[in-house]
């Protein structure tokens, strides 16, 4: 059965730290792996990685994926308030013909929240 | 049994594909909508169909096409897809063509679409 799971599930700082969030996964076909960010209802797609060892940035957030150990990991440094979200890792195991994906296996996710 | 119901709940694609998500409602009513939740969690209304006809169509390009094929089944094609369509759709039904809070809306649990 395919798994992705996250650590840590809940994970409280101050605002000006660093965090690390982790996503380790288990599954037969691996194609993508993406991290989204969730606060209340509608995510935000944060990044899509695809090939091992390649950092995707964006501002003060990175990601970078380990084919070779099955994990990703989220880095968001000076962290503000506005971070506080859950953050989830979702995996694609099969792209169809047409380009998409509707297969993915999410993680629990990462609630977290920075105190100002 | 589910009331509303829309598939697929999870879909990833790239940019110039063209997807479908469908929408089915078990309720017997007349009126059936297609809402876009976007990143800041605002609520859109796109379409309404009462009993199979186009009753709204806001401002939305005409790369999305809603089709009804009866009045349980609406669904929403998008060709060309671009990065600013990622968004959670709400599929949802009604059993008359008015504006709420009069009007009682199912909602069904959405299809979140992320294009990359």
């Known amino acids: 059965e395919d798994k992705v799971v996250q650590s840590p599930l809940s994970l409280v700082v101050h605002e000006g730290d660093t965090v690390t969030l982790n996503c380790s996964y288990e599954?037969?076909?691996?194609?993508?792996l993406l991290w989204y960010k969730q606060e209340k209802k509608a995510p935000t797609f944060l990044f899509m990685l695809t090939s091992s060892g390649i950092e995707k940035k964006s501002g003060r957030l990175s990601s970078i994926l380990d084919k070779k150990e099955l994990f990703s990991i989220l880095n968001i440094t000076a962290t503000q308030t506005g971070d506080s979200a859950i953050y989830l890792c979702a995996v694609v195991d099969v792209w169809d013909s047409g380009g998409g994906a509707d297969g993915l296996t999410f993680g629990k996710g990462t609630h977290l929240i920075i105190q100002p | 049994d589910t009331a509303v119901s829309q598939t697929p709940k999870y879909l990833v694609t790239q940019m110039g594909n063209d997807k479908s998500i469908k929408c089915e409602q078990n309720l017997g009513h007349d009126t059936m909508y297609w809402y876009k939740q976007d990143s800041k969690k605002f609520l859109k209304i796109m379409f309404s169909y009462n009993n199979k006809e186009l009753i709204i169509n806001e401002t939305v390009p005409n790369r999305f096409s809603p089709k009804s094929p009866d009045k349980a089944h609406l669904n929403l094609h998008i060709n060309s897809l671009e990065l600013g369509d990622s968004a959670v759709y709400f599929c949802?039904?009604?059993?008359?063509?008015?504006?709420?809070?009069?009007?009682?809306?199912?909602f069904g649990e959405g299809s979140w679409l992320t294009v990359v």
């Open positions: 949802a039904s009604s059993q008359e063509a008015r504006g709420w809070p009069g009007n009682t809306i199912y």
């Open positions: 599954v037969t076909n691996f194609r993508s």
